[in-house]
């Protein structure tokens, strides 16, 4: 068990390092939630958005997507964002709770499921030839996707380990 959580501890510090490699030379950020609010920790990717309001500065641009990412072309691309990053929950046969930063192109190599009706490949290379932006995915597994209001322990503490992260991060 004490190897189990070892692991799980030097993933995320993996995950924390690779986001701070990341936004290196970020001057204006995208931090879009994506998730569906009836489905658990589905909603995941919102959840960290909406605990992140009101604590990061005007160069940080949140959006509340939910399922239609697609939705928010417009203000995404007005905004002229150098980095956007979007979260949301994934099953990529991990323990629930662990999170990776995935670059677009890689979401074919991971066995993922989304709840979404446009494609996160195809939205993402449209905002990149758009606006010029580096773009990732901070993906959560998640442990429960039923039909629900809430998230379980397990997303809880993720949030709060993602939301401390991204504002040690974020520009200010």
């Given at each position: 068990?004490?190897?189990?959580?070892?692991?799980?501890?030097s993933r995320?510090?993996?995950?924390?390092?690779?986001?701070?490699?990341w936004?290196?030379n970020?001057?204006?950020?995208?931090?879009?939630?994506?998730?569906?609010?009836?489905?658990?920790d589905?909603?995941?990717?919102?959840?960290?958005?909406?605990?992140?309001?009101?604590?990061?500065?005007?160069?940080?641009?949140?959006?509340?997507?939910?399922?239609?990412p697609?939705n928010?072309?417009?203000?995404?691309?007005?905004?002229?964002?150098?980095?956007?990053?979007?979260?949301?929950?994934?099953?990529?046969?991990?323990?629930?709770?662990?999170?990776?930063?995935?670059q677009?192109?890689?979401?074919?190599?991971y066995?993922?499921?989304s709840?979404?009706m446009?494609?996160?490949?195809?939205?993402?290379?449209h905002?990149?030839?758009?606006?010029?932006?580096?773009?990732?995915l901070?993906?959560?597994e998640p442990?429960?996707?039923?039909?629900?209001?809430?998230?379980?322990?397990?997303?809880?503490?993720?949030?709060?380990?993602?939301?401390?992260?991204?504002?040690?991060?974020?520009?200010?």
């Amino acid at each position: 068990m004490l190897y189990w959580r070892f692991l799980v501890v030097s993933r995320k510090f993996i995950v924390q390092k690779e986001l701070g490699k990341w936004f290196s030379n970020a001057e204006r950020v995208v931090v879009a939630g994506i998730g569906n609010p009836i489905r658990m920790d589905d909603n995941v990717g919102v959840r960290i958005v909406q605990d992140l309001q009101g604590m990061v500065s005007e160069k940080i641009y949140l959006i509340e997507c939910e399922t239609v990412p697609e939705n928010f072309m417009p203000q995404i691309i007005d905004f002229l964002p150098t980095h956007v990053l979007l979260v949301d929950a994934a099953l990529f046969c991990s323990e629930p709770g662990s999170f990776r930063l995935v670059q677009p192109e890689q979401l074919t190599a991971y066995p993922a499921f989304s709840t979404h009706m446009f494609p996160l490949r195809i939205f993402c290379e449209h905002v990149r030839e758009t606006t010029k932006a580096k773009i990732a995915l901070l993906l959560v597994e998640p442990e429960k996707t039923d039909f629900g209001e809430g998230l379980t322990l397990t997303a809880q503490a993720s949030v709060k380990e993602i939301v401390k992260a991204l504002l040690e991060l974020l520009p200010q």
